[in-house]
């Protein structure tokens, strides 16, 4: 992803692609944000708004896909796949924190109901990690860094939805612990493309990488 030079990038330290360390992070693909069956694309159908079309789209078009190819890269590689989901294990949201419940109850996203499942085409496979976060990032509510060192992992390539909210917010909580994170530009998503690609700039400007799913399986291989 090409941007203008940035003083601050000059900070940003090389640090060598190991395989051996890398694990697959998706966040947040469920029928309740991440499907165009899903509550949030019924609510803006209802309300005449075409403002999910992008996303959608999007999810569709590029994400789906370049995620299902990273997939099965990292299942060739056998290296750790994780699916981080989001939302309550009770109905009305009394679990999780004061400003998500709302959100959580309008979208009946809580576990048990299809809105919390993970997409079919993305359906967790055996041997791959699935953690339910109640907050934006995943970090803060779900034992996904004592998981990932467990496993040896250190070096994240994350994929999902939402680029600006969910993704953004898990990959600033890796960086800050010391991951080296990659998002994957054309395996995430968000309603807005300018969101998107001000996540995508601002991001790589101190706290991680940004690659094209292309770039990731170049690198990866080699």
Do not use: W
């Not at 994780?82 to 109850?105: E, N």
């Amino acid at each position: 992803m090409n941007t203008p030079a940035d003083y601050i990038r000059a900070y940003m330290p090389e640090r060598p692609v190991d395989t051996s360390r890398a694990a697959l992070v998706m966040v947040d693909m469920q029928y309740a944000t991440g499907s165009r069956q899903g509550a949030l694309a019924r609510k803006l159908q209802a309300d005449g708004s075409s403002v999910g079309d992008y996303r959608f789209n999007r999810i569709e078009q590029l994400v789906m896909p370049n995620t299902l190819r990273l997939r099965s890269h990292f299942a060739r590689l056998q290296r750790p796949v994780l699916h981080v989901t989001i939302g309550a294990a009770l109905p009305d949201a009394s679990d999780a924190p004061v400003h998500m419940r709302k959100l959580f109850v309008e979208f009946r996203n809580h576990v048990g109901s299809r809105e919390h499942e993970i997409v079919d085409e993305l359906k967790p496979l055996p041997g791959e990690h699935v953690l339910r976060k109640t907050t934006i990032g995943a970090f803060a509510s779900t034992g996904i860094d004592s998981l990932l060192r467990a496993l040896g992992c250190e070096q994240l390539y994350m994929t999902g939805v939402s680029t600006n909210m969910c993704v953004e917010t898990t990959a600033r909580e890796a960086a800050d612990r010391g991951y080296l994170v990659t998002l994957v530009e054309d395996a995430c998503g968000t309603t807005h493309e300018d969101l998107h690609q001000n996540t995508m700039r601002n991001f790589q400007r101190l706290f991680g990488r940004v690659r094209s799913c292309a770039e990731t399986l170049e690198e990866l291989r080699t």
